[in-house]
């Protein structure tokens, strides 16, 4: 492989010839060879596009010659559209700060830079530190990305695929509002509901996330950007954060700020802890749902059968016929992944020592993993097994006349004792309780059959 020979403040190092990046990335990939993971496409977007607008931001100021910013912002452009990725090569498991990621970034920008203006790759023409990282440092770079990259995903991402969701189990909350069957509590028969009722508890379950999901622009829309070093935003302009997180929230259309308090900014990363917990939630509610609907599609003959899942594969490589509920297991393990992720984002945010916290390339990794897990899963779950849910309403209806939970609706008119009696004889006999109850309950005809009439019991009228 050919190379060429960069410098950085260590001295010289190889780097590949046809290489953006420089010597610090190069001793980074040295250093690092631990896990073969890498940024996200969208903290690199978010990165990129930092790197555009402080350039104009510093040009603006007189503090960046506008020739070789406009050549910087091009080249950081390119960057946040994704055809530098493959330049972009530090592991996830690097210093805490993420100093190699940003100098990764600023020497493919002042690289490329310098290529745009008619100059070589590495002949420092466009300084990555003097230019493109010009009024800034990793310690609010890298929490500034991260903070921009997990709300622009949740936003424009994953809020639409769970209210593509919740718009798909509402529709089904209607198409099966007369549908009665019978309510389980401890995994016991309970009183009776209506399929219905228990689709728009899923589907407020989604709503509920949603709005968890919206409350964290309060704090995930404070950026670190202009606190330098350490918070007190040596080296930088004093307008460059306000200018450029102006720019930032007009080119993103989000609400983004300059935090008010900038040692907190740089020294904690609790909003991306709070994020965390929030898709926590996200992937409990989702566990919660696709194991339902994995239940009561649970059969087709065997099972409680209240449900037929679509087909989307075959479920065995040994029985014929064998249909598995695959997209609840997807979604399930999806969830399961995000609750692992939320311990290791719980573990780093803890790691906020004095004025910087160090474990920020986990917590980038992990959240932006966690939100596109979320995102992906919930669209293929909507459209590959919620739309297609079908109800079997024999099955759900059959059920409740045999129910023994079904003479709790006596109660009131004979007491608990005596219904108890009746449901225990209604289970000894293996009859239902409706016919028991006729024996035992000295009721009349029409009020026996008011009591058990399950609509009645759903509060339907």
């Known amino acids: 492989m050919k190379s060429r020979t960069e410098t950085d403040s260590m001295g010289g190092m190889q780097v590949p010839a046809d290489a953006y990046f420089g010597a610090q990335t190069a001793r980074a990939v040295e250093n690092f060879p631990v896990s073969g993971l890498r940024f996200s496409r969208a903290f690199i977007w978010a990165l990129g596009l930092i790197k555009k607008h402080a350039a104009i931001t510093n040009a603006d100021l007189g503090l960046l010659d506008k020739k070789l910013a406009a050549a910087i912002q091009q080249a950081a452009q390119e960057v946040a559209e994704g055809k530098l990725d493959a330049q972009f090569v530090v592991d996830i498991f690097q210093t805490g700060s993420g100093t190699s990621t940003n100098m990764n970034a600023n020497e493919v920008i002042a690289n490329r830079a310098a290529e745009l203006l008619g100059g070589k790759p590495g002949d420092k023409s466009v300084h990555p530190n003097d230019h493109v990282n010009r009024g800034q440092s990793s310690n609010d770079v890298i929490p500034t990305a991260i903070h921009l990259a997990a709300l622009e995903q949740i936003e424009f991402r994953l809020i639409p ?6 718009s798909e189990l509402s529709r089904k909350a209607k198409a099966f509002a007369d549908i009665i069957k019978i309510g389980r509590t401890h995994l016991q028969d309970a009183t009776p509901i209506t399929l219905g009722q228990e689709f728009s508890g899923y589907a407020s379950q989604i709503a509920h996330s949603v709005s968890r999901l919206l409350a964290l622009e309060n704090h995930l829309g404070e950026l670190p950007l202009g606190g330098t070093a350490v918070g007190t935003g040596l080296n930088t302009h004093p307008q460059f954060a306000r200018l450029t997180i102006g720019r ?11 935090a008010p308090n900038h040692f907190e900014a740089q020294a904690a990363r609790d909003a991306c802890v709070e994020a965390s917990g929030a898709l926590k939630t996200v992937a409990v ?28 594969q075959p479920g065995s490589s040994i029985m ?62 909507t459209h590959r097994c919620v739309a297609g849910i079908e109800a079997d309403r024999e099955k759900c209806e059959g059920n409740v006349e045999r129910s023994l939970a079904f003479c709790t609706a006596l109660v009131p008119e004979i007491g608990y004792d005596r219904a108890a009696k009746i449901a225990e004889a209604a289970y000894e006999s293996g009859r239902n309780v409706r016919d028991v109850a006729r024996e035992m309950s000295g009721l009349d005809e029409a009020t026996l059959n008011r009591l058990l009439d399950p609509r009645h019991q759903t509060g339907g009228e």
Request: glycine share 10%.
């Open 285 to 312: 509610t989702l566990i919660k749902i696709a194991n339902d609907l994995r239940h009561l599609g649970s059969g087709p003959r065997c099972g409680l059968g209240e449900l037929k899942l679509p087909a989307t």
């Open 161 to 166: 695929a769970l209210e593509s969701l919740q």
């Open 320 to 381: 014929p016929g064998k249909v598995n509920p695959v997209m609840c297991e997807m979604m399930i393990q999806a969830g399961a992944q995000v609750i692992g992720h939320d311990a290791a984002i719980t573990f780093g945010g803890a790691f906020g020592n004095f004025e910087l916290n160090t474990m920020m390339p986990l917590l980038a990794h992990n959240l932006l993993q966690s939100i596109q897990l979320l995102t992906n899963a919930s669209m293929i779950f």
């Open 248 to 258: 930032l929230a007009k080119e993103t259309s989000l609400k983004l700020r300059e």
